[in-house]
């Protein structure tokens, strides 16, 4: 399997499904494909997928984080932002990669760890999917127990919050109550294109700030 992977290449926006892959193989698979890559891998119950995103996602990885983080700076609430952090659970036999993710309520639960585990540590309070090629796994992550999980495709961002197991669409953030961020995230991403990146940050700031 390990020979395999060496030889496979996967083009942007593109992936690729492995079956009947064992835990102890996909663990092998994390530990071969390592930490420095752009391929993102979700895992459910034996079966592996493996994708390669396309310049566009990550366009809209980094700069959604970017306004996120600036969001929390200016609500001065503290933040541990873990980017495309391996999550999984043995036990549950899950695992997943988020476009982006960040402590919240439980920043201060994880602060200085350099591991995590999730059948011990709670999951990100916030996960950040770029669905340019629909790649999107909401049932890991209702698995995994994540409260709080952001869509974000073909220019509109959906909010969806973890009750009794399942997401339901929430027309606001709970880490954000009352800020009207299915609109105004959108909206300076837009900005972001056509009036740069550091112009619209000063922009949202302020409006937060309003």
């Known amino acids: 399997?390990?020979?395999?992977?060496?030889?496979?290449?996967?083009?942007?926006?593109?992936?690729?499904?492995?079956?009947?892959?064992?835990?102890?193989?996909?663990?092998?698979?994390?530990?071969?494909?390592?930490?420095?890559?752009?391929?993102?891998?979700?895992?459910?119950n034996g079966m592996l997928e493996i994708m390669n995103p396309l310049p566009e996602?990550?366009?809209?990885?980094?700069?959604?984080?970017?306004?996120?983080?600036?969001?929390?700076?200016?609500?001065?609430?503290?933040?541990?932002?873990?980017?495309?952090?391996?999550?999984?659970?043995?036990?549950?036999?899950?695992?997943?990669?988020?476009?982006?993710?960040?402590y919240i309520q439980n920043e201060a639960v994880v602060r200085g760890k350099k591991r995590l585990d999730l059948t011990i540590d709670p999951p990100p309070d916030l996960a950040l999917e770029i669905d340019v090629t629909s790649r999107t796994h909401p049932s890991i992550y209702e698995r995994l127990g994540v409260p709080e999980l952001w869509r974000f495709e073909q220019g509109n961002l959906q909010i969806n919050v973890?009750?009794?197991?399942?997401?339901?669409?929430?027309?606001?953030?709970?880490?954000?109550?009352?800020?009207?961020?299915?609109e105004m995230i959108p909206q300076y991403l837009n900005q972001c294109q056509t009036?740069?990146?550091?112009?619209?940050?000063?922009?949202?700031?302020a409006w937060v700030q309003s």
């Open 1 to 44: 399997m390990l020979l395999e992977l060496k030889r496979l290449i996967v083009p942007p926006g593109q992936r690729v499904l492995l079956n009947d892959i064992s835990w102890q193989e996909f663990e092998a698979i994390l530990e071969e494909l390592g930490e420095h890559r752009s391929a993102r891998v979700a895992y459910d």
């Open 57 to 102: 996602h990550e366009i809209n990885k980094e700069l959604i984080g970017d306004l996120i983080k600036a969001l929390l700076e200016e609500l001065d609430i503290e933040v541990c932002p873990l980017g495309s952090t391996t999550f999984k659970n043995q036990l549950m036999n899950q695992g997943i990669e988020p476009d982006n993710c960040f």
């Open 162 to 182: 973890l009750q009794n197991g399942k997401y339901i669409e929430s027309e606001f953030s709970p880490n954000f109550p009352n800020l009207p961020l299915r």
């Open 195 to 205: 009036e740069g990146r550091n112009k619209t940050m000063k922009a949202f700031r």
